[in-house]
């Protein structure tokens, strides 16, 4: 079992920047590849970002590429995600999730994943 924890939402201007965090609990974090989602209201779930479970290979969707990173530290078992240059239309929550998995693929859609954090509101503002 993984209990994810994000933080750092809020509300910014279009421009700014965010940095959003999810811990997890457990000793096998490493074990895990890692998604950061979003759903903005009326809206399905949608893949924003994904980082492998070792290597640290990452993947974008194509709508962030080039002002979102996606990191992680398997030591602080916490998995990041910069987002600079942020539009109005990133409003949404964000969610990040686990999947275990024993290669180094990166999951995109929602169904793949196994554990998922209750979210954090981003809201950017024009």
């Known amino acids: 079992q993984v209990q994810l924890v994000e933080s750092g939402g809020g509300l910014v201007q279009a421009g700014g920047s965010l940095r959003l965090s999810c811990a997890a609990s457990g000793r096998t974090f490493s074990s895990y590849a890692m998604g950061w989602f979003r759903q903005a209201p009326g809206k399905e779930r949608a893949f924003v970002a994904g980082?492998?479970?070792?290597?640290?290979?990452?993947n974008y969707a194509d709508s962030v590429k080039g002002r979102f990173t996606i990191s992680r530290d398997n030591a602080k078992n916490t998995v990041y995600l910069q987002m600079n240059s942020l539009k109005p239309e990133d409003t949404a929550v964000y969610y990040c999730?686990?999947?275990?998995?024993?290669?180094?693929?990166?999951?995109?859609?929602?169904?793949?994943?196994?554990?998922w954090g209750q979210g954090t509101q981003v809201t950017v503002s024009s």
């Open positions: 999730a686990a999947r275990l998995l024993l290669g180094d693929g990166i999951p995109t859609m929602p169904a793949s994943y196994d554990y």
């Open positions: 980082i492998s479970r070792s290597r640290g290979n990452t």
